[in-house]
């Protein structure tokens, strides 16, 4: 059943930002057909074009999964999707993974679209690219390729669990608007739900990877250890590596439970459907 509930929520909220993408991919064709022409003109306003949707479409992607999640649970429809044979947090956790999935494609199709405009820009190719982007990195004080090609999967683990832990915030945010005394404050109250959550989760986030010295290190030979050295960890950039604190990203996936528990009982036993 839940995939099935996965299936139709990444359905439905496909075809509210499918028309971002599509926009996208004209600009693409743009860029490219004036590849062939001499028109400079026709250059510079495709590559403003995807440069600007590329951002908006992280816009839409974040507001339009905070719109249907607010919609299908405590509109209208709230009383058809409340009343399916599922529990809440089967119903929960598949609008937040439906939210994770289009949010991270968003983020990688604004660095695709970047590295893209890159490419077009300097009439290479995307090898030409790739080892210009390494000639150029050292000279401006960064590790070799080597060692972020090892850092960057671990660095976006971290990134996946900061999107988790505050997608599921965006959503209790939204669940403790509509329980009173909440509800009378409409959008404002889901805002100043919101940053009372974001802030205090994230603090301790910041807080723990200050005070606990535990995470992943690269060293400048791309060889990757567990440390428990602060120090180590905080000056790995300075000996030619770089590092990765798990502190907060251990206490994002702990919140991210506890957040998602808490909603989904709330979503039960307090709510009060319009």
């Known amino acids: 059943m839940l995939g099935k509930l996965i299936k139709n929520d990444l359905k439905r909220s496909g075809r509210k930002i499918v028309n971002i993408y599509i926009a996208a991919f004209i600009a693409v064709a743009a860029m490219g057909i004036s590849l062939f022409t001499d028109i400079g003109i026709a250059k510079i306003i495709s590559t403003a074009a995807l ?100 850092w960057i999967p671990l660095e976006g683990l971290r990134v996946l669990a900061f999107i988790a832990v505050n997608t599921a915030i965006v959503y209790f945010s939204v669940t403790v608007a509509n329980i009173k005394p909440f509800q009378s404050l409409g959008v404002f109250g889901v805002i100043i739900c919101f940053f009372v959550f974001f802030f205090a989760v994230n603090y301790a986030g910041v807080y723990l990877d200050t005070s606990i010295p535990f995470g992943v290190l690269v060293d400048s030979s791309a060889k990757v250890s567990v440390s428990f050295d602060m120090t180590e960890l905080d000056s790995a950039f300075y000996a030619g590596g770089l590092s990765v604190k798990l502190s907060s990203c251990l206490f994002d996936i702990l919140a991210f439970v506890v957040v998602h528990v808490v909603n989904a009982t709330l979503i039960e036993k307090k709510v009060n459907l319009k």
Do not use: C, Q
């Open 51 to 150: 440069l600007v949707i590329s951002g908006i479409a992280i816009i839409v992607t974040v507001v339009s999964m905070f719109t249907d999640f607010r919609d299908s649970v405590f509109g209208d429809a709230g009383y058809l999707t409340n009343t399916l044979p599922v529990r809440s947090r089967s119903m929960l956790f598949s609008k937040w993974l439906t939210s994770v999935i289009w949010i991270l494609l968003s983020f990688i199709f604004l660095a695709f679209s970047s590295f893209l405009i890159i490419v077009f820009n300097e009439g290479g190719s995307s090898g030409d690219t790739l080892a210009m982007i390494s000639e150029i990195l050292p000279m401006l004080g960064f590790p070799s390729k080597e060692v972020l090609l090892v």
